[in-house]
Nanobody, 123 residues
């Protein structure tokens, strides 16, 4: 599975961005997730969504501001980010998990990773 993330950029605090991640190759995967890594920090969980889209999970820091969704017909997962804050600045990575038996919130749950897209939020 190859994952290609896009949609990052520079935005002012309070603004919005939508990230996309398109999967190619073996595209039948279960959980899709977004993680982020700020300079000097570990990669952290942001959001995840199950195969059907019926289950979604969010980090406390983004609840109510970010929305994850997926379009299985297009093999694409999205992350709508609203009310962005400077602390949201990071490289955002999409990831895919083969197993349906994972929580989807841990880095170790995922088998495939995209290349990352930079989100910069100015104050």
């Amino acid at each position: 599975v190859q994952l290609q993330a896009s949609g990052g950029g520079l935005v002012q605090a309070g603004g919005s961005l939508r990230l996309s991640c398109a999967a190619s190759g073996r595209t039948f995967v279960n959980y899709l997730g977004w993680f982020r890594q700020a300079p000097g920090k570990d990669r952290e969980f942001v959001a995840a969504i199950s195969l059907s889209g019926g289950s979604t999970y969010y980090a406390d820091s983004v609840k109510g501001r970010f929305t994850i969704s997926r379009d299985n017909a297009k093999n694409t997962v999205y992350l709508q980010m609203n009310s962005l804050k400077p602390e949201d600045t990071a490289v955002y990575y999409c990831a895919a998990a083969n197993s349906p038996w994972v929580a989807g919130t841990n880095i170790r749950d995922y088998d495939y990773w995209g290349q990352g897209t930079l989100v910069t939020v100015s104050s």
